[in-house]
């Protein structure tokens, strides 16, 4: 029943929405968002020996609740560019060894 003439039922709207939405949904492209230094160490990992591999990892438990953890959460996003890849071994050097955490090279 109608109780503004002319006007959809909230039943109809709804419909409406969801349909709109699943259209909308469907149409957009699929996103990988796995960054790519995490698709190079996985695919690097995989080279290692079978000793050096870590069986835990594999356990289908362990891999779902890691799944689960690493979702995104309120607030959280993508990021497509590390700020911590742009900084060179060189300047970490230089504040790790200034901070007394690793030796100082000798240079003749």
């Not at 689960?68 to 990021?79: L, N, T």
Request: proline content about 6%.
């Amino acid at each position: 029943r109608c109780l503004l003439p002319g006007r959809l039922t909230w039943w109809s709207a709804l419909v409406v929405m969801l349909l709109s939405l699943s259209t909308m949904i469907a149409a957009r492209p699929q996103q990988n968002l796995q960054h790519i230094a995490v698709v190079e160490n996985a695919a690097w990992e995989q080279t290692l020996p079978q000793q050096f591999q870590n069986p835990f990892y594999k356990t289908p438990r362990v891999r779902d609740a890691l799944a689960r953890s690493s979702w995104f959460g309120p607030g959280e996003e993508v990021v497509y560019d590390r700020q911590a890849e742009k900084i060179s071994r060189m300047e970490i050097y230089n504040v790790l060894s200034h901070a007394g955490l690793i030796p100082r090279r000798r240079f003749l």
